[in-house]
């Protein structure tokens, strides 16, 4: 199992990032795909997820602002980040929902400044 993550980057308060994330050695279009972040000192949570059948859960503090979303063709899954704010600087990773324990990707930073 591959989760290759990427897209991140420095953007001040307001602005906008999409991140993409690649998998492989999975059975991807029969994968709830989720994307998961870390802030420095705190646990990983879970910020968006969708459904092989699309259905998307959005945690309240992205939903309105946050859009994921799938390419089952290309075991792609993406984060469109708009209207960022500084709370929302973290590593962002992609994985299953549940999560496979044993295969996070390296992240990609994501940091929101002026």
């Known amino acids: 199992v591959q989760l290759v993550e990427s897209g991140g980057g420095l953007v001040p308060p307001g602005g906008s990032l999409r991140l993409s994330c690649a998998a492989s050695?999975?059975?991807?279009?029969?994968?709830?795909m989720a994307w998961y972040r870390q802030a420095p000192g705190k646990y990983r949570v879970e910020v968006a997820r969708?459904?092989?059948?699309?259905?998307?859960v959005y945690d309240p503090s992205v939903k309105g602002r946050f859009t994921i979303s799938r390419d089952d063709a290309n075991n792609a899954v993406y984060l469109q980040l708009n209207n960022l704010n500084p709370e929302d600087t973290a590593v962002y990773y992609c994985?299953?929902?549940?999560?496979?324990?044993?295969?996070w990707g390296q992240g990609t930073q994501v940091t929101v400044s002026s």
């Open positions: 050695g999975i059975a991807f279009s029969l994968r709830t």
């Open positions: 969708i459904g092989v059948d699309g259905t998307i």
């Open positions: 994985n299953q929902n549940p999560p496979d324990a044993a295969n």
